[in-house]
């Protein structure tokens, strides 16, 4: 039998001892950023992303040791474990085996068959089974008890059914067998509701819908399951063929192979038969229905999680502007646009209203206004939330930057999801008391441009919204994946231990929330950190927490230069034997790249400090402190082009990617509705993963294939040869036929597609990413939902 560490080691490829390792520094209280980065002789260069996989087998497969030994106990409790049984208990390799074996001895509700067996009809199953040539009835009269509650031949039948149904659906092996063929051959179908079409009609793709089981898309698995949570949609797992109940089930007769029943026409024959369908469509079919359904919607779950945790990084990690005083603009209309100046290190330092906009129509005033801000804070960029309002208050900072040249300013429209979140937080409550919550937006806005990942920390993850449908996963599930991905974003970053705010410090590994207050409150009455030694005088800050902090936490003008870099404490050892070996001054190596690269890491290793560590070293004296988000830039949107309808098939635009789903990408082109970009209109190559090609944040050029203003759906595409015109003439159709093939299961290939531009190929990739994905219109009908 494996042990857990072997398996994990098998499932990621690598060596036990690597495995074993990882999971001592894990139990002894090391983070993952920490292990990653510090302790690579130790892994043998385990990466983060193997790392996280680890902790997470590692804590399945702990959580199913405990309930293997859970199980042992009970069974052994009721005197009934064998030698053989437990040797399959201690087998398993899944927690749904364990729970199959399990199940026969698993405490549960008084059920018929343990209330027949405690009327003595147990040797009337027996018999029966076991000699199908005796006459039921003949046999059933022997066992008429009225004082056991058996009053007739019918009764005393019943609860022989009932004791072999238990029987039957209870065996370990024929769950397994069972559970494998609906997975392979089993459909998802799902249904509308009688009387429910007008009420359901969101869901209208989903009315008469059937695909194979295990190859639902996380997304359309998700909005079918939001359906049926609803009331709205009946959703079921079929066998195709299977659907008429005249014809019998494939199932059952795997029930009556694996318990050897045969209809031979002998007495009994006939009994036993409808004992075998019985538990099939009672016992059987309910509970792997919901299994296999739980099942779908955990994978489906897994992967929402995925695409939600992939473009949380992309957008902690995208470029910041840097340390440059603010403007930030939060739109509105008749409440006016809440103005927010922010200094180089994001203290905010000025504040007012503004009423450019009808109904005030204050244009020169306001104009004024920020002139005057920008004068007297030495302001460069202008930050405007793409909320209500972003477009007329865009146009504003576009004539205050006309207006006024000798200014110098840029404008940026940010995304401000989250702001309004942040803004009644306890948090900005706090840092901001006596500010009124719609300024506490703008300061985030302002602060978010400046550094996206130091602002976004603030927030709760899912309050960001960048995934697909999920309020519908896991909670807990989702909450601790997106935890994982803001630990690992700001540790890769590094804070600057000086500037960084309580929340930022917080996602430092090793930190938590009162160790992070206590850093600030620390600073606050001693003034800025001089070393990272002086980390050990904050109260609760010893030195396991200062080993796991502080290569992550950076002091830029301290007394010591490697405190600005990511080298850790424990190995600036390292670094003065080279400036000792070669008679320099530390100082003088950081940034030698010429000297630097002719050093030979294997030359400067000890006992503690191998190769990877040590070339590490020599990387980071190169470049201390470097950060690895790439370089600002932002999108241009298109004057003139400020609402759906202004939009027109074939326009070219720059937009934003706000969001990467499994099918495509939201692109935010400053309409106050986001385009789709279809996974097959991403690129003229086929695409397997939209982030192959797009992440959240980047700017991307876009070309308008089609726009619904009624229903706000705009499909857009990045393949720039396509042609809008051409989509309408000759593309829709073999879209609606494809969409009919997916609801009634015909496999059939759909009519060639016939989209311009498009290389050798091209029609497959459109076929199977149509297929994963469904149709533009599929996808528009759930568009909101997925935002949701």
């Given at each position: 039998m494996?042990?857990?560490f072997?398996?994990?080691a098998?499932?990621?490829?690598?060596?036990?001892?690597?495995?074993?390792?990882?999971v001592?520094?894990?139990?002894d209280?090391?983070?993952v950023?920490?292990?990653?980065?510090y302790r690579?002789?130790?892994?043998?260069g385990l990466d983060?992303?193997?790392l996280?996989n680890?902790?997470?087998r590692?804590?399945?497969?702990?959580?199913?040791?405990?309930r293997?030994a859970a199980?042992l106990?009970?069974?052994?409790e009721?005197d009934k474990?064998?030698p053989e049984l437990?040797k399959g208990?201690k087998?398993?390799d899944?927690?749904?085996?364990?729970e199959?074996?399990?199940?026969?001895?698993?405490p549960?509700?008084?059920?018929?068959?343990?209330?027949?067996i405690?009327?003595?009809l147990?040797?009337?199953?027996d018999?029966?089974?076991?000699?199908p040539?005796?006459t039921?009835?003949?046999e059933a009269?022997k066992f008429?008890d009225?004082d056991?509650?058996v009053?007739?031949?019918k009764?005393?039948?019943?609860g022989?059914?009932y004791?072999?149904?238990?029987?039957?659906?209870?065996?370990?092996?024929?769950?397994?067998?069972?559970?494998?063929?609906?997975w392979d051959e089993g459909?998802?179908s799902s249904?509308v509701?009688?009387?429910?079409?007008?009420e359901?009609a969101k869901f209208?793709?989903y009315?008469?819908h059937?695909e194979?089981l295990?190859?639902?898309?996380s997304?359309?698995?998700?909005?079918?399951?939001?359906?049926r949570?609803?009331?709205l949609?009946?959703?079921s797992a079929?066998i195709?063929g299977?659907?008429?109940?005249t014809?019998?089930?494939?199932?059952?007769?795997?029930?009556?192979e694996?318990?050897?029943?045969?209809?031979q026409?002998?007495?009994?024959?006939k009994w036993?038969r409808?004992?075998?369908?019985?538990t099939?469509?009672?016992k059987?079919l309910?509970?792997l229905?919901?299994?296999l359904?739980?099942q779908?919607?955990?994978a489906?779950e897994?992967?929402?999680i995925?695409v939600?945790?992939?473009n949380?990084s992309?957008?902690?990690l995208?470029?910041?502007?840097g340390?440059?005083?603010?403007?930030?603009?939060d739109?509105g209309l008749?409440?006016?646009?809440?103005?927010?100046?922010?200094d180089?290190?994001g203290k905010?330092v000025?504040?007012?209203t503004?009423?450019?906009?009808?109904?005030?129509?204050k244009?020169?005033?306001?104009l004024?206004?920020?002139?005057?801000?920008?004068?007297?804070?030495g302001?460069?960029?202008?930050?405007?939330?793409?909320?209500?309002?972003s477009?007329?208050?865009d146009?504003?900072?576009a004539?205050?930057i006309r207006?006024?040249?000798?200014?110098?300013l840029?404008?940026?429209?940010v995304?401000?999801?989250g702001?309004?979140?942040?803004?009644?937080?306890?948090?900005?409550?706090?840092?901001?008391?006596e500010?009124?919550?719609?300024?506490?937006?703008?300061?985030?806005i302002?602060?978010?441009?400046?550094?996206?990942?130091?602002e976004?920390?603030?927030?709760d993850p899912?309050?960001?919204?960048v995934g697909?449908y999920?309020?519908?996963v896991?909670q807990t599930?989702?909450?601790?994946?997106?935890?994982?991905?803001?630990?690992d974003?700001?540790?890769a970053?590094?804070v600057?231990?000086?500037?960084?705010?309580?929340?930022l410090?917080?996602?430092?590994?090793?930190?938590?929330?009162?160790i992070?207050?206590?850093?600030?409150s620390y600073?606050d009455?001693?003034g800025?950190f001089p070393?990272?030694?002086k980390?050990?005088?904050v109260?609760r800050?010893?030195e396991?927490t200062f080993e796991?902090?502080?290569?992550?936490?950076?002091?830029?003008?301290?007394?010591?230069p490697?405190?600005?870099?990511a080298?850790?404490?424990?190995?600036?050892?390292v670094v003065?034997?080279?400036a000792?070996?070669?008679?320099?001054?530390?100082?003088?190596l950081i940034?030698d790249?010429?000297?630097?690269?002719?050093?030979?890491?294997a030359e400067?290793?000890d006992?503690?400090f191998?190769?990877?560590t040590?070339?590490?070293?020599i990387s980071e004296?190169?470049?201390p402190g470097?950060?690895?988000r790439?370089?600002?830039?932002t999108?241009?949107f298109q004057?003139?082009?400020?609402?759906?309808?202004d939009l027109?098939?074939?326009?070219e635009l720059?937009?934003?990617?706000?969001?990467?789903?499994?099918?495509g990408?939201?692109?935010d082109?400053?309409?106050?509705?986001?385009g789709l970009?279809?996974?097959s209109?991403?690129s003229?190559?086929?695409?397997?993963?939209?982030r192959?090609?797009?992440?959240?944040g980047?700017?991307?050029?876009?070309k308008?294939l089609?726009v619904?203003?009624?229903?706000?759906?705009?499909?857009?595409?990045?393949?720039m040869?396509?042609?809008?015109?051409a989509?309408?003439?000759?593309e829709?159709?073999?879209?609606?036929?494809?969409r009919?093939q997916n609801r009634?299961g015909?496999?059939?290939?759909?009519a060639?597609n016939?989209?311009?531009?498009?290389?050798?190929?091209?029609?497959?990739?459109?076929?199977?990413?149509?297929d994963?994905?469904?149709t533009?219109?599929?996808?528009?009908?759930n568009?909101k939902q997925l935002?949701?």
């Amino acid at each position: 039998m494996e042990s857990i560490f072997q398996r994990i080691a098998s499932e990621l490829n690598v060596k036990e001892q690597q495995v074993t390792s990882a999971v001592q520094l894990l139990d002894d209280g090391a983070t993952v950023p920490f292990i990653a980065r510090y302790r690579k002789e130790a892994t043998a260069g385990l990466d983060d992303t193997q790392l996280r996989n680890l902790e997470e087998r590692l804590r399945y497969l702990r959580e199913m040791e405990e309930r293997r030994a859970a199980i042992l106990k009970s069974i052994a409790e009721q005197d009934k474990l064998t030698p053989e049984l437990e040797k399959g208990i201690k087998e398993a390799d899944t927690k749904t085996r364990l729970e199959d074996l399990y199940l026969p001895y698993k405490p549960k509700r008084r059920t018929k068959g343990q209330i027949a067996i405690e009327a003595g009809l147990e040797p009337l199953a027996d018999a029966l089974f076991a000699d199908p040539t005796l006459t039921p009835e003949s046999e059933a009269e022997k066992f008429i008890d009225a004082d056991k509650g058996v009053e007739d031949v019918k009764a005393a039948l019943d609860g022989a059914r009932y004791i072999l149904m238990e029987r039957f659906s209870e065996d370990a092996d024929l769950l397994g067998r069972l559970r494998k063929f609906l997975w392979d051959e089993g459909r998802m179908s799902s249904r509308v509701m009688a009387g429910k079409e007008k009420e359901a009609a969101k869901f209208r793709d989903y009315f008469e819908h059937d695909e194979p089981l295990k190859g639902v898309p996380s997304h359309r698995a998700l909005a079918i399951f939001r359906g049926r949570n609803s009331g709205l949609l009946q959703v079921s797992a079929t066998i195709e063929g299977a659907e008429d109940r005249t014809v019998t089930h494939p199932c059952e007769l795997m029930v009556a192979e694996h318990w050897r029943l045969e209809d031979q026409g002998r007495a009994a024959d006939k009994w036993l038969r409808d004992c075998v369908r019985w538990t099939w469509r009672v016992k059987l079919l309910p509970h792997l229905e919901t299994e296999l359904m739980g099942q779908v919607r955990e994978a489906a779950e897994e992967e929402a999680i995925k695409v939600f945790s992939k473009n949380l990084s992309d957008l902690l990690l995208a470029a910041p502007a840097g340390p440059r005083a603010t403007i930030g603009l939060d739109p509105g209309l008749r409440t006016g646009v809440k103005v927010a100046v922010i200094d180089k290190t994001g203290k905010m330092v000025d504040h007012t209203t503004i009423f450019p906009h009808v109904p005030h129509n204050k244009w020169t005033e306001s104009l004024g206004t920020i002139a005057k801000l920008v004068l007297k804070h030495g302001v460069e960029l202008i930050a405007i939330g793409n909320g209500t309002a972003s477009r007329e208050t865009d146009r504003f900072a576009a004539e205050v930057i006309r207006q006024f040249p000798k200014l110098n300013l840029s404008k940026v429209v940010v995304s401000e999801a989250g702001a309004s979140v942040y803004s009644a937080s306890e948090l900005a409550a706090k840092e901001f008391p006596e500010l009124d919550v719609s300024f506490r937006g703008a300061v985030s806005i302002a602060r978010r441009l400046q550094d996206p990942l130091a602002e976004l920390v603030k927030i709760d993850p899912k309050a960001i919204g960048v995934g697909q449908y999920q309020h519908d996963v896991s909670q807990t599930f989702l909450a601790r994946s997106l935890e994982t991905v803001v630990e690992d974003c700001v540790n890769a970053v590094g804070v600057d231990l000086n500037m960084a705010s309580s929340a930022l410090l917080t996602r430092v590994s090793g930190l938590n929330a009162t160790i992070a207050q206590n850093i600030v409150s620390y600073r606050d009455e001693h003034g800025a950190f001089p070393s990272r030694d002086k980390l050990k005088e904050v109260s609760r800050l010893g030195e396991k927490t200062f080993e796991q902090c502080a290569g992550f936490l950076r002091i830029m003008d301290g007394e010591n230069p490697l405190d600005r870099s990511a080298v850790h404490p424990e190995a600036y050892p390292v670094v003065q034997n080279i400036a000792a070996r070669f008679e320099r001054d530390v100082r003088g190596l950081i940034g030698d790249s010429g000297f630097l690269k002719g050093l030979k890491a294997a030359e400067f290793t000890d006992e503690k400090f191998g190769v990877p560590t040590v070339t590490d070293i020599i990387s980071e004296l190169d470049k201390p402190g470097r950060d690895p988000r790439p370089e600002f830039k932002t999108a241009k949107f298109q004057e003139g082009v400020e609402d759906i309808k202004d939009l027109k098939p074939n326009m070219e635009l720059e937009g934003v990617v706000s969001n990467v789903t499994n099918f495509g990408a939201f692109v935010d082109i400053g309409v106050h509705q986001d385009g789709l970009v279809h996974i097959s209109a991403l690129s003229n190559k086929f695409v397997k993963d939209p982030r192959e090609i797009v992440k959240a944040g980047d700017v991307v050029k876009v070309k308008v294939l089609e726009v619904d203003a009624e229903r706000r759906r705009i499909a857009l595409t990045m393949r720039m040869s396509d042609d809008a015109n051409a989509m309408a003439g000759g593309e829709q159709q073999p879209a609606r036929n494809e969409r009919r093939q997916n609801r009634s299961g015909d496999n059939r290939k759909p009519a060639a597609n016939s989209r311009g531009g498009q290389p050798r190929g091209g029609q497959k990739q459109g076929r199977q990413q149509k297929d994963k994905a469904g149709t533009f219109a599929d996808l528009f009908a759930n568009a909101k939902q997925l935002r949701k």
